[in-house]
């Protein structure tokens, strides 16, 4: 299967807020910013974005251990 990841830069401040916009629409998320933040600060010069699929192996983890829990879990990547 192939993967929709993609990949995308990280040169200029737009790129970095465009980032931040992809992965929390709301701008709510503490821990985010403070990920972006230190990421910045460490000279990240890209990303790889993979939004949520599924994945052959992860459902055999999945269908072994979450599926016998009681609460309900996601089975995306």
């Known amino acids: 299967m192939k993967s929709p990841a993609r990949l995308g830069v990280l040169e200029s401040d737009a790129d970095w807020s465009s980032l931040a916009k992809t992965l929390d629409i709301s701008d ?5 910013q403070s990920l972006l933040a230190t990421f910045r600060t460490v000279g990240a010069k890209a990303y790889v974005y993979e939004p949520g699929y599924i994945d052959r192996d992860f459902s055999a ?8 829990l009681f609460r309900p879990y996601l089975k995306y990547c």
Request: aromatic letters at 24%.
């Open 61 to 68: 983890a999945f269908s072994a251990f979450y599926s016998t």
């Open 28 to 32: 709510e998320s503490g821990l985010l």
